[in-house]
């Protein structure tokens, strides 16, 4: 297999600690991609319909306040 996409074991525990609002996973639980800060609702529409277009599932958390 030429250049294999490296798997992400990060937890969403961790994902979610490190300031991300969202991340994708294919169906194997693997970590596939991840979203900083959605903009509006659109951004979030937009992301869960690219996604699981693809097969993947979607966390999205709520954003964090800001200090």
Do not use: C
Request: proline content about 7%; charged content about 30%.
């Amino acid at each position: 297999m030429k250049d294999p996409m490296p798997i992400n074991l990060m937890t969403s525990e961790e994902v979610r600690a490190t300031g991300w609002q969202a991340e994708s996973r294919d169906a194997d639980g693997h970590l596939i991609g991840l979203y900083s800060q959605f903009d509006d609702d659109e951004g979030i529409v937009w992301f869960v319909r690219e996604t699981t277009s693809r097969g993947e599932t979607v966390t999205i958390w709520p954003p964090k306040a800001k200090p």
